[in-house]
């Protein structure tokens, strides 16, 4: 039977392999909080992997009644406080420990479910329907265990969230193409005359990413109002994690929009830099 600590060691392993940008912010962390933050990471790569695996032979169908079946056994293994999976140990443990709601993580599977049915947006309000489980909800995920000191922090850290999947959305065009999905807004799409399925940064594709990004940047903006609601340690974590994330931006830019050629990325030694500044006193 798995133990705690193999638990949380895979749902680290998840977070490392996965989720590199997250996991370095994690660093900014006292150690006795990283690995509740690696459980909540693992908790959603497992079933971001079952809905999105593109290596995957299983039909649609099947993978909705695994993603199922993964919300079925969290919710008895939360109810009874213990589970012997892997990752779902670790899960419960931390959801216990600091009384997250359940409720985020029914709103995240619905969004997850989603992806089975959905494959455009019509209007970024509609987009925003779907973020509250897929981004904004992760943020709510956090806040207990980065402690804020105001009641007021828990919309900042929805809109955190939100431009943290934003920038992920812009980033990765190419690939939700792959999957079949488009996630910019399809009357966005129209207000430029812009077409993802050419694959090419035409010069209307390059003018609808500079009003994308605009519109992300205004998310950060939002929640960095809300920094000063956590103490040191958290505002350190989440001041780097926000600075990783908006870099996506700005690698978008230095590519001229151009997000079909290849999958733009923050320099490892810049998160290194990152994680380093924050560090210092």
């Known amino acids: 039977m798995v133990t705690l600590e193999q638990s949380y060691a895979r749902c680290k392993q998840l977070n490392r392999r ?18 509740h933050v690696h459980a909540l990471y693992g908790f959603c790569r497992y079933a971001d992997d079952i809905v999105d695996d593109l290596g995957s032979t299983a039909t649609p169908a099947q993978r909705q009644a695994a993603l199922t079946d993964f919300g079925d056994r969290f919710f008895i293994d939360l109810a009874r406080g213990t589970s012997d999976d ?6 419960v443990h931390t959801v216990k ?28 309000e509609d987009l925003l329907d779907y973020m509250d489980g897929s981004a904004a909800v992760i943020g709510e995920m956090m806040l207990p265990i980065l402690e804020p000191t105001s009641p007021a922090a828990y919309g900042r850290a929805r809109d955190l969230g939100i431009a943290f999947q ?52 205004r998310y950060y903006e939002s929640a960095d109002l809300g920094i000063p609601m956590l103490p040191p340690a958290s505002a350190r974590c989440i001041k780097g994690a926000r600075a990783l994330y908006s870099g996506i931006l700005t690698e978008i830019e230095k590519a001229e ?20 500044r924050m560090l210092r006193p």
């Open 166 to 217: 934003l920038s992920n959305f812009w980033r990765d065009v190419a690939e939700d193409l792959d999957r079949g999905r488009v996630y910019v807004p399809q009357e966005d799409l129209r207000k430029f005359g812009a077409d993802p399925w050419l694959r090419t940064a035409t010069p209307e594709w390059c003018e609808l990413m500079a009003f994308e990004i605009a519109r992300t940047r």
């Open 257 to 276: 929009y151009d997000v079909f050629a290849s999958r733009v990325r923050v320099p490892t030694w810049r998160k290194l830099a990152v994680a380093f």
């Open 18 to 35: 996965y989720g590199t940008t997250y996991y370095w912010s994690t660093h900014l962390l006292p150690v006795v909080k990283r690995h």
């Open 97 to 124: 420990a600091f009384d997250i709601d359940p409720d985020c993580f029914r709103r995240f599977l619905r969004s997850m479910a989603m992806d089975f049915t959905c494959e455009t947006y019509e209007t970024f």
């Open 86 to 91: 892997d990752v779902l140990k670790a899960v």
